[in-house]
């Protein structure tokens, strides 16, 4: 069975700080997924981005970046220098395929970044 | 390409009526999926599809939830009866393969 876990259900930080989103995932399958989404408060989830299993480079995007390590199951998102827009639910989520396909979503994070 | 779109976008309606959300997926996909959101529950999964096959219903809460994608490009979601309970955002997202879902702009249902 497949899990993610993301255990920070809120944080709250003042702009311009730093801040890591942390993903913990579970799975059997050694080919898989990784994704990151967000949710503004307008409601609609968008995709951030998209990592697969053989592939451990981490990623950055602007004030955005990424960190897989495939050693402690670990896929974790961070925003660089926040901004008040960044301020949205995001989640972590995993995806392989055993046939077809199995998703899992993690619970999601609440981030709110306070000017 | 347009995104998914999921019609309506709100939708109040009475306890007991019979509630259809729609959805079109992005062309070419061949995945399908409905979630419903709401504050105590998070995301829900309630059905997703593969080349228009039902794969997995497991997440439908009840009888009352059902499901079809008669084509590729639309899916309906049908409450019957609807109850208050049954009050949610409800997501339609469509994916290529086991890739990132895109998700449409969800249909806000209140049941009175």
């Known amino acids: 069975a497949q899990k993610v876990t993301q255990a920070q259900t809120e944080i709250s930080v003042v702009e311009k700080e730093d801040v890591t989103l942390d993903c913990v995932y579970e799975?059997?399958?050694?080919?898989?997924?990784l994704f990151w989404y967000k949710q503004p408060p307008s409601g609609e989830l968008v995709f951030l981005i998209r990592r697969n299993s053989f592939d451990e480079q981490n990623e950055i995007s602007g004030r955005y970046s990424w960190n897989f390590q495939k050693s402690t199951s670990s896929f974790n998102f961070t925003i660089t220098a926040s901004q008040v827009v960044d301020s949205a639910v995001y989640f972590c989520a995993l995806s392989a395929s055993g046939g077809y396909q199995k998703v899992t979503f993690g619970i999601g994070t609440k981030l709110q970044v306070i000017p | 390409d347009a995104g998914v779109i999921q019609s309506p976008r709100h939708e109040v309606t009475e306890m007991g009526q019979e509630v259809t959300l729609r959805c079109k997926p992005i062309?070419?996909?061949?995945?399908l999926f409905w979630y419903r959101q709401t504050m105590m529950r998070g995301l829900e999964l309630l059905i997703y599809?593969?080349?228009?096959?039902?794969?997995?219903d497991s997440g439908m809460p009840e009888d009352r939830f059902s499901a079809k994608m008669p084509n590729a490009s639309f899916s309906t979601l049908k409450i019957q009866p609807s109850e208050p309970r049954d009050s949610a955002v409800y997501f339609c997202?469509?994916?290529?393969?086991?890739?990132?879902?895109?998700f449409g702009p969800g249909t806000r249902l209140t049941v009175t």
């Open positions: 599809f593969n080349n228009n096959v039902p794969i997995d």
């Open positions: 799975t059997r399958d050694t080919t898989y997924y």
């Open positions: 062309s070419g996909h061949d995945y």
């Open positions: 997202a469509s994916s290529l393969y086991v890739y990132e879902q895109y």
